[in-house]
C-alpha cells in the first residue's frame, strides 16, 4: 500500500467528515448489534413462560410486544444510520476522486511536449479515469466497509464474549483461516490488476487512434487488418480479465464455507453447553446464531476490501509514475515576469531532440528587435519549426541561450511569457464547440466585435457568415467539419484576439490559395508595430514583406536580410524565388 500514501493529503482535507462518519457507523452498528439481543430476549422470556407454565398470558403478550417494537426500532435506527454513513464516506471518496482528477489534469498540463511524444493519449486518459476510479474505490467503499466491520466485530464480540466466552472462541475460531487465504489472494490480485490495467490503457489507445484516423484507415482499406488487430488486443484483455476474476471469485465461495463452519460450531459446541446447563437460556444460542450471520457480510467484505484495495494500490502506482515525472520546462526558483518589448536574441544556440537524438539548430545568432516581422524560411528538416518551439520555450537549447531585453528566457516566469504569445501550429487544433468559442479561447473575456474583427484580419469572417448557424457553428472533432484553409485562419483570428506581443505563425497559411494568402499578409503588415511577429513557411510571398528573413539549411542559418538584398544574392532563397514566381506566371 505504499503507493496509497499519496492519498493520505486527502484524508486530512476531510478529515472531519470521516471523523463523523466513524461515529454515525458505531452508532449503527450499536442498534444492530441491539436487535439479536432483544430477540434472544423474547426467546428467553417465551421459554421461561412456557416452563413455568405461567397463567399471566396478558402480560406475557404485553412484554413480547414491546420487544417486538424494540426489534422493529433497532432495525430502523440501525438502518436510518447507515444510510447516513453510506452519505458520509461515499460523498468524501466522490469529493477525493475530484481532487486527485484535477490534480492529474493540471500535472499533465505543467508536462513538457516531449513528454506527449513519449506516451500514447489512450493511456493518458486511462490513467484519469479507471485508475481513478479504482483509487476511489479504497477512499470511499473501502474505508466504510473496513470502519463497519471493525466496529461490528468490537461490539458484537464484546457482547458475545460478555455472555459467553467459551462459545465466542470456537465462533471466531475458523477466522485466521480466512487471515491466511485473504493475504495470498491479495498478492495474486495485486499482479492481476496491474495487467488488466496495462491492457485496458492499450485498447484505449488503440480505439483512440482508430477513431482519430477513420478517414486514413479507410482511404487506406485497412478495416480488416484493424480489426484483426483490435479482436487480437481484445480478446487478451479479455483473457486477463478472467484470470483476474477467477481469483476473485474463490472469496464467495471460502467465505460461505467458513460462516457455515462456525454456525455448525455454534450448534454443536453451545447445543452441549446449553445440555449441560453451562449455557442458561436457549435464547443466547439463538442470538449467537443471528450474530454469526450478522458477521457474515463484514467478513466477506474483508475479502472484497482487500481486493478493492489491492486494485487501489495497482492503479494509484500507475498515476504515480505520471505524477513523479519533472517537467522538462518549468520556472527557476528566481523567475521574474518580463515583458517582451526589446531585442530577442539568439547567442551561440545549438538544440537537439532529446527523444530522437536529431539536432534541429546548430549554432544561431540572431538578434530580432521589437516590432519586427521575421520571415523563415527552408527545406523540410531546415529547423524552422525548431526555431519557433524555442521561442516559445516548449523546448529549451540544448546549448547556447536565448534573452529578452538581455534577460534569459530560463529566467523569465514561463506563464506571464506565454501569456504574451500567440501560436498558430502548422497542424492547427480546434475544439468540438462554437466557432466563436474557439476563436475567443485566445481571450475568455472577448466580445462579439472582437472576435469578428479577429475573423476579419485572419480573411475567415465571410466563411464563417455563410455558415447557417455562422459564428454559432458547432464545429467536429478537431474541426473535421471545416476545410484545411479555413481551419488554419480560424486558428489565426485565435492567435491574433488576444493581441500578443509574440506572434508565432508556423506555416500556417499552406492550406490557403496566393489570394487569400496576400490578402491575410497585407493584415499582418496593418497591425501594430508593438507586436513582433515570426512567419515560418515554404512560400516567398508569405515573407516576402518580412524585415528580416532568415534562411535554414539543416539547421543552421546560411542567408539572412530582406526580400530586395536576397533576390540580389546568388543563393537558396533567389533560386526559391525564381522557382515559384516561374510557377505562379505559368
Known sequence: MKALKHVNKY?????????????????????S???????????????????????????????LTIYFFLIVGATLLSGFFMFLMRQTFIVVSRFIEFDLKNEIYEHYQKLSTEFYKTHRTGDLMNRISEDVMKVRMYTGPAIMYSVNTITLFVIALSYMSSIAPKLTLYTIAPLPILSFAIYHLSVAINKRTTIVQQYLSKLTSFTQETFSGISVLKAYRIEEKKNYNFAKLSNESKEKSIELSAVQALFQPLMVLLIGCSNI??????????????IADFGVLVEFILYVNMLTWPVATVGWVSSMIQQADAS??????????????????????????????????????????????????????????????????????SFLELISRM?????????????????????????????????????????ANNISFGKSNASKNEIIEAAKTAAVHQNIVNFKDQYQTILGERGVTLSGGQKQRISIARALIKKPKLLLLDDCLSAVDTETEEKIIDNFNTLSKE??????????????????????????????????????TEGYYKNVYEKQLNKKEF
Not at 439479536?36 to 406475557?60: C, M, R, W
Open 33 to 63: 448489534v441491539a436487535g439479536p439481543k432483544f430477540v434472544g430476549d423474547a426467546i428467553a422470556l417465551s421459554e421461561d413462560y412456557i416452563t413455568n407454565h405461567s397463567n399471566h398470558l396478558q402480560e406475557f403478550k404485553k412484554e
Open 531 to 568: 507586436q513582433t511577429c515570426f512567419i515560418v513557411s515554404h512560400r516567398i510571398t508569405s515573407v516576402k514583406n518580412a524585415d528580416l528573413i532568415i534562411v535554414l539549411d539543416k539547421g543552421k542559418i546560411i542567408q539572412h536580410g530582406n526580400h530586395q538584398d536576397l533576390i540580389k
Open 395 to 435: 523546448y529549451d537549447p540544448t546549448s547556447g541561450k536565448i534573452t529578452i531585453n538581455n534577460v534569459d528566457l530560463k529566467e523569465i516566469n514561463i506563464q506571464n511569457y506565454r501569456s504574451q504569445l500567440g501560436y498558430v501550429p502548422q497542424d492547427p487544433f480546434l475544439f468540438s464547440d462554437t466557432i
Open 11 to 31: 484524508f486530512y482535507k476531510y478529515k472531519y467528515r470521516l471523523i463523523l462518519g466513524v461515529f454515525i457507523s458505531i452508532a449503527s452498528r450499536i442498534f
Open 265 to 278: 460450531i455454534v450448534i454443536y459446541i453451545g447445543g452441549n453447553q446449553y445440555l449441560n446447563g453451562e
Open 316 to 385: 494509484q502506482t500507475r498515476i504515480n509514475e505520471f505524477l513523479k515525472t519533472t517537467p522538462k520546462i518549468q520556472n527557476s526558483p528566481n523567475a521574474v515576469n518580463q515583458e517582451i518589448k526589446g531585442y530577442i536574441e539568439f547567442k551561440n544556440v545549438n538544440f537537439t531532440y532529446p527523444d530522437t537524438g536529431i539536432t534541429a539548430l546548430k549554432n544561431i545568432n540572431i538578434n530580432i528587435k521589437h516590432g519586427q516581422t521575421i520571415g523563415i524560411i527552408g527545406n523540410t528538416g531546415s529547423g524552422k519549426s
